[in-house]
């Protein structure tokens, strides 16, 4: 099975949305990847949305998520309804292995969540271009 999350548009996504902040940051680089996470935090307030919860994962980032703690409470608090969908500084932080990445789209598509980065821009439906928004 193979398949890839949807990154959503910032314009997309509507102020006042309520998003889950995940991060998987290496735990060898320590607190010096943690401006990641302080960065994605500032683009969710100047994007007028709300993080509800910051789940951080201390792991290695091409390690399989299947056995990170702070990744199922992300994906748990979007399946209780307590928030829209998840942001990540990265899309790579919420999978790279294949089977994660099917996991991903399986999940998504399930629930109707949406993912966004500070560097999701769609300019076509069904192409998804990474590069950082004008905003």
């Given at each position: 099975?193979?398949?890839?999350?949807?990154?959503?548009?910032?314009?997309?996504?509507?102020?006042?949305?309520?998003?889950?902040?995940?991060?998987?940051?290496?735990a060898?680089?320590?607190e010096?990847?943690?401006?990641s996470?302080?960065?994605?935090r500032?683009?969710?307030?100047d994007?007028g949305?709300?993080?509800i919860e910051?789940?951080?994962?201390?792991?290695?980032?091409f390690?399989?998520?299947?056995l990170?703690?702070?990744?199922h409470?992300a994906?748990?608090t979007?399946?209780?309804?307590?928030a829209?969908?998840?942001?990540t500084?990265l899309?790579v932080?919420?999978?790279?292995?294949?089977?994660?990445?099917?996991?991903l789209?399986?999940?998504q598509?399930?629930t109707?969540?949406?993912i966004?980065?500070?560097w999701?821009?769609v300019?076509?439906?069904?192409?998804?271009?990474?590069?950082?928004?004008?905003t």
């Open positions: 099975m193979s398949g890839s999350a949807r990154q959503t548009a910032p314009h997309e996504v509507p102020p006042g949305t309520r998003l889950v902040l995940y991060a998987c940051l290496p060898s680089l320590g010096a990847a943690d401006h996470v302080a960065s994605a500032r683009y969710v307030a994007a949305w709300e993080a910051t789940y951080v994962d201390r792991a290695a980032p390690e399989s998520r299947a990170c703690e702070g990744w409470n994906l748990a979007v399946e209780q309804g307590k829209a969908g998840i942001v500084p899309l932080m919420l999978g790279h292995l294949e089977e994660d990445k099917s996991n789209a399986a999940w598509a399930r109707g969540a949406l966004t980065t500070p999701a821009v300019d076509a439906p069904g192409a998804t271009v990474a590069r950082r928004s004008a």
